[in-house]
Structures are given as structure tokens and as C-alpha cells.
């Protein structure tokens, strides 16, 4: 009796505790719709640009800078919801493009949205899929109503249009969704990158008419706009200046990334960033490298996504305190330390070194698995750090003795 009691209140108690995460949830989702306020700035760095704040939604508030892992199928490849949650992450990305194809938009609306499809009840925000549509050179037809594209899995051919891809992201369901833009490549004259940066701007239009006509009242799920113009300062200014006059929740510094020197993204981001609200949350796509991320901070940047933290990982590289780390070299395969000795993750407080690389070279699933979750836990402690340098004002020396510690492999 007293165990059947006992398995009665705590169910009971597990009730109420859902329930009350729920209304505070409602809460949130309230105080985001009465007010409109995507974003607050909480505290600026007295060194260059960096600064922290947080960001409104419905599932939710995301503190920033963060990091947003990628999972561009309804998942970050090798993890469950669960193990993501415990890393400490805030919010993730997918990838309408690839959802649309598999398992289908449709599908994920019946299950009712991808929260609830994918089992993760924070923030997510969708990619229009203009990035991916960038890369099927070879597979697609830009025009000024959209882009034909031919699938990369079975070859069936597709449209997406600006319309399209706001509509797509309002059955996901998702927190923050992306205007539809043609990613500039690397290198592009003059000449087309102003054709590309324009045409940009005017499907950015009809995203935010299609956005609107979605939803007639306040909401708290927010639309961004995607800054393009290639290389040159000229273009980046007038699409910052054109996209803002649009109104958009946040903006994203597009078409880095692609190719581009190192030393030519930084002056591209150190030039266009500070064009943008300071009001608004400032997102730079497809950049996960620490120490670019230092860089991009400190100008101002509050959101990042990349593949290459879980991709790296899948492939045997793993970032530490003291650098990348190639584990699946052999001169880790008698190592017996931790992967990392300053990590509290689950796979360096119980594996070697060694086990790690034997992992690897015997093709073990348990090998990605771990690294993966190393590598997730570290961008999540990264941010911690960068956060609380901005909070003490001592960005600066918190930068140089990352950069004194880190070396690759």
C-alpha cells in the first residue's frame, strides 16, 4: 500500500510540475506578445562591442551570445532532446529545406509542429533554406518569383518561393523564422552581387507581406531579416539600410562563410555590424570556429550557428581547453587521461583518451555519440565564459588567455 501511495504522489507531483512549467511558458509567450519585445540588451562590454542580453519567445528565453547547434533534420545528428537539455543548449536550428523533402511539412504539421514532432520543448528557429537552395548550384533555377530546385534525394524537382518559405515556417511552427534570400557566393563580381543583394531585398518584402498576413495581431513568433551585398561595403550598406526600412524582429549577417578569406570576413562583419540595431538581436550564420567567435562577439554579433562543432566531432575532432584535438590519431590510443581535464561532460568524466581513439578506429556508433556530446558541452561552457567576461568587463583578458591556450592539431 505504501508503495502504490508513494508512485500516486509522485505522479501527482510530476503533474503539477509540468503544469507549472506550462504556465510559465504562457507566461513568457504573454509578456513577449503584450510587449513585442524580441530582444533586451542587459549589459554592453566596455571593451570594443561585446555584449550580453536575452531574447524573448515562446518556448522560452535564450541568453546571449549562444551558440545554436544544428539540427537540420528534427535532430543534432547522434543526440536525443534529452542529452541536449542536460548540455545546457537553448535553442536549436532545422532546416526547412530538408524538412520539406523528408518527412514532409505536412507531416510535421499534423503531429503538431516540430516542438512537438522532434520532442524538444525549447526555442527553435528555422533557415528558409536559401542557403541549402545556394549550394545546389548545379541542381537549380533562380527567377524573380523564386527558385525551381531538383531534389538531392531522388531527383523530383521543386519550387520555393519567399511565400512559400514563410508558409512552410508557420506550419513548423518554429520561435524565429528566416526570410528567403539568395545566398551571394565567393568570389562574385560587382555586377552580380548588386542583381543578388536586390533581388534579396525584394523577396525579403514578400516574406514580411506573407509574414503579416499570417498573423493580423502581436505575436511571439518572429520573422528575420538576411543582410547580403558579397564583399563589398557599398552593397552592405544599402541592404542594411533597405532591410531595416522593411521591420524585421532580428537581423542576420548572410553570405559569409562561403569561401572567403578569414581576414576579409572579419573586416565584411566588423564594417556591417555596427549598421544594424542595437535593439535587435544581430545573428551570424554558419560560423562555429572558437576563436572567430571571440572575434565576432566582441563586434557585436549575439547568435551563431554551425555544423562544424557535431560535424568535427563525427569525423574525430574535438575541441578542448587547450585547442582541437584529433582523437582518433594514434598517439591517443595508450593516452589514459581525460579528453579534457578542465570538462565536466559526461564523456570526460568517465572515458580515456585511449578508449575514445579505440572507439573511433573500431567504427564504434558510441565514438560520435561521445564526441558529439563533448563537443556540444564545450560550445555551451564557451558561451558561459564569454557571457560572464562581458558581465565582469574583462572581455579582453578573458579573450587573450583563450587564445594563449588554444592550438590546433
Not at 505536412?106 to 503531429?111: C, L, P
Not at 581525460?338 to 561532460?345: A, N, S, T
Not at 560572464?388 to 592550438?407: G, I, S, T
Amino acid at each position: 500500500m505504501g508503495l502504490y501511495y508513494s508512485d500516486f504522489c509522485e505522479s501527482v507531483y510530476w503533474h503539477w510540475a509540468c503544469r507549472m512549467i506550462q504556465i510559465l511558458k504562457d507566461l513568457v509567450t504573454a509578456m513577449a506578445t503584450l510587449t513585442n519585445k524580441v530582444f533586451e540588451v542587459i549589459k554592453k562590454s566596455r571593451y570594443k562591442n561585446a555584449r550580453i542580453g536575452r531574447i524573448v519567445t515562446a518556448h522560452g528565453i535564450v541568453n546571449t551570445p549562444v551558440f545554436i547547434p544544428v539540427a537540420t533534420q528534427a535532430t543534432v545528428k547522434t543526440l536525443s532532446p534529452k542529452e541536449l537539455e542536460e548540455a545546457g543548449v537553448e535553442m536549436v536550428l532545422s532546416n526547412t529545406y530538408y524538412l520539406f523533402l523528408r518527412p514532409g511539412i505536412e507531416i510535421i504539421e499534423k503531429a503538431g509542429g516540430l516542438h512537438r514532432f522532434m520532442g524538444w520543448d525549447k526555442p527553435i528557429i528555422t533557415d528558409s533554406g536559401g542557403y541549402q537552395v545556394f549550394s545546389l548550384a548545379d541542381l537549380r533555377k533562380i527567377s524573380e518569383e523564386g527558385v525551381e530546385f531538383q531534389s538531392h534525394i531522388d531527383g523530383a524537382r521543386h519550387f520555393f518561393s519567399p511565400e512559400k518559405a514563410i508558409d512552410f515556417q508557420v506550419n513548423l511552427a518554429s520561435d524565429i523564422m528566416m526570410c528567403f534570400d539568395e545566398c551571394t557566393p565567393y568570389p562574385c563580381v560587382k555586377d552580380y552581387a548588386t542583381r543578388s543583394m536586390e533581388l534579396t531585398l525584394r523577396w525579403a518584402r514578400r516574406c514580411r507581406k506573407e509574414y503579416n498576413n499570417r498573423f493580423s495581431s502581436p505575436n511571439s513568433r518572429w520573422l528575420f531579416g538576411i543582410i547580403q551585398g558579397g564583399m563589398y561595403k557599398d552593397l552592405r550598406t544599402r541592404s542594411v539600410e533597405e532591410t531595416i526600412e522593411i521591420g524585421f524582429d532580428g537581423y542576420a549577417v548572410g553570405g559569409l562563410s562561403v569561401g572567403e578569406p578569414q581576414d576579409l570576413r572579419n573586416e565584411i562583419l566588423e564594417f556591417t555590424t555596427p549598421l544594424l540595431p542595437e535593439e535587435r538581436p544581430r545573428y551570424l550564420m554558419g560560423v562555429g570556429e572558437p576563436k572567430e567567435l571571440w572575434e565576432a562577439v566582441e563586434k557585436g554579433i549575439d547568435m551563431f550557428d554551425c555544423a562544424m562543432p557535431t560535424r568535427n566531432a563525427r569525423n574525430g575532432q574535438v575541441f578542448t581547453s587547450g585547442g582541437k584535438v584529433v582523437i582518433k590519431n594514434a598517439q591517443y590510443k595508450d593516452d589514459f587521461g581525460p579528453l579534457d581535464p578542465e570538462c565536466e561532460c559526461y564523456t570526460c568524466r568517465h572515458f580515456s583518451r585511449a578508449y575514445l581513439c579505440h572507439l573511433f578506429r573500431a567504427g564504434e556508433i558510441l565514438a560520435l555519440r561521445l564526441n558529439t556530446l563533448h563537443n556540444i558541452h564545450y560550445m555551451v561552457k564557451l558561451f558561459k565564459e564569454i557571457r560572464q567576461a562581458v558581465k565582469d568587463d574583462c572581455y579582453e583578458k578573458a579573450k587573450k588567455e583563450f587564445l594563449r591556450k588554444w592550438h590546433s592539431e
